[in-house]
C-alpha cells in the first residue's frame, strides 16, 4: 500500500515558479501510476498531470501545458511537479494521488481512477 505526502507548496507572485514534491512510502511506488490533482475555493477537483510508472507516458491538462512538468525518482520514492510562469488561476490545493493498478499501461487522467491521495498542499499565486 502506498502513503502520499505532498510538500513545497506556498506563496508566490504571478510569473513565479514552485516545485510539489511528493513522497510516496510503501513497496509498489516503482510499479505506480501517479497523478497530479488541483482544486481551487469553491470548484470541483480537476486533473493537473499524470505520469506512468516507466515514465514513458506522461499527460497535461491543457491549462497548465507549456508551464506544468512533472517528474518521478523511483529510488527517491517519488514523483514531482515543476510550476513555470504561475498565474493567479493556478492557486488552489494541489493533490498527489496514486493509481495502484500495478504496472498499468494506461494513464488515467479521471480523478476516480486514483485509489489513494495526499492530504494536499496550498499554492497561492498573487498578481
Known amino acids: 500500500q502506498v502513503q502520499l505526502v505532498e510538500s513545497g507548496g506556498g506563496l508566490v507572485q504571478a510569473g513565479g515558479s514552485l516545485r510539489l514534491s511528493c513522497a510516496a512510502s510503501g513497496r509498489a511506488f516503482s510499479g505506480t501510476n501517479m497523478g497530479w490533482f488541483r482544486q481551487a475555493p469553491g470548484k470541483d477537483r480537476v486533473f493537473v498531470a499524470a505520469i506512468r510508472w516507466d515514465s514513458v507516458r506522461i499527460d497535461y491538462a491543457d491549462s497548465v501545458k507549456g508551464r506544468f512538468t512533472i517528474s518521478r525518482d523511483n529510488v527517491k520514492n517519488a514523483v514531482y511537479l515543476q510550476m513555470n510562469s504561475l498565474k493567479p488561476e493556478d492557486t488552489a490545493v494541489y493533490y498527489c494521488?496514486?493509481?495502484?493498478?500495478?504496472?498499468?499501461?494506461?494513464?488515467?487522467?479521471?480523478?476516480?481512477?486514483?485509489?489513494?491521495w495526499g492530504q494536499g498542499t496550498q499554492v497561492t499565486v498573487s498578481s
Open positions: 494521488a496514486a493509481d495502484i493498478s500495478p504496472w498499468s499501461m494506461v494513464l488515467q487522467t479521471d480523478e476516480g481512477a486514483y485509489e489513494i
